[in-house]
C-alpha cells in the first residue's frame, strides 16, 4: 500500500464480524488492516505499538470494553480516529462524547464504511494542515495616533474597519 494509505486496527471479538469488516475495507483503495484484536487489552496494546490512523472498535469486547478503550486510547493517541462497529445503538451519545469519528451498526454495509473512511481522510488532512500552519504571532502591532501598540492575539474580541480604518 502507498504512504497515503490508511492503517486501521480491528477490534472485535465475534471472528465472523471481523472477517465482515476486513472483507469490506479489502475492497476499498487506500486501507491497510495492520492489526485485529478480539479484547481491549491487547488492542490497548497493539494501538500504542502500531500507531494506526483509525481503530474500528466494538464496544462489548472482553474488558476493558469498547468505551473503556476508547478513553484510554483518546489519553495516549489523541489523533486517533475512533469508529465504533457494534451492534448496540444505545451507545451512541457516549461514542460521540469521545469525538468518535464514526458510529457503524451491524450487519455493515459497504457504503457506510467508506463513508467512514472517508470522514477519516477528512480528520487527517486537518490535522496534516494545522500541523502546517504557522504559529500565531506572539503580539499584534497596531498602529493608533502615531504610536505604535502591541497586543496579545488572545485578548482580541472583535476586529473590525470603519471608514477605511482597522
Not at 3 to 32: N, P
Not at 102 to 114: C, G, I, Q, T
Not at 127 to 145: D, H, N, T, Y
Request: charged residues 30%.
Amino acid at each position: 500500500m502507498g504512504a497515503a494509505s490508511l492503517r486501521v486496527i480491528l477490534v472485535e471479538d465475534e471472528l465472523a464480524a471481523r472477517e465482515e469488516l476486513k472483507y469490506l475495507l479489502a475492497e476499498l483503495h487506500g486501507v491497510e488492516v495492520v492489526g485485529e484484536a478480539g479484547d481491549g487489552r491487547s488492542a490497548l496494546r497493539m494501538a500504542v505499538r502500531l500507531k494506526p490512523d483509525a481503530i474500528f472498535l466494538d464496544i462489548q469486547i472482553p474488558g476493558p470494553n469498547g468505551l473503556e478503550l476508547a478513553r484510554g486510547l483518546r489519553r495516549v493517541l489523541p489523533g486517533l480516529q475512533l469508529i465504533f462497529a457494534t451492534a448496540y445503538d444505545e451507545h451512541a451519545v457516549e461514542a460521540f462524547d469521545l469525538a468518535a469519528t464514526d458510529y457503524l451498526l451491524k450487519p455493515f454495509e459497504a457504503e457506510r464504511v467508506s463513508r467512514a473512511l472517508s470522514r477519516v481522510r477528512e480528520a487527517r488532512a486537518l490535522r496534516s494542515a494545522a500541523e502546517l500552519a504557522p504559529e500565531p504571532a506572539e503580539k499584534l502591532a497596531v498602529e493608533r495616533r502615531r504610536c505604535t501598540y502591541f497586543l496579545d492575539p488572545t485578548e482580541i474580541a472583535w476586529i473590525g474597519m470603519e471608514d477605511g480604518l482597522v
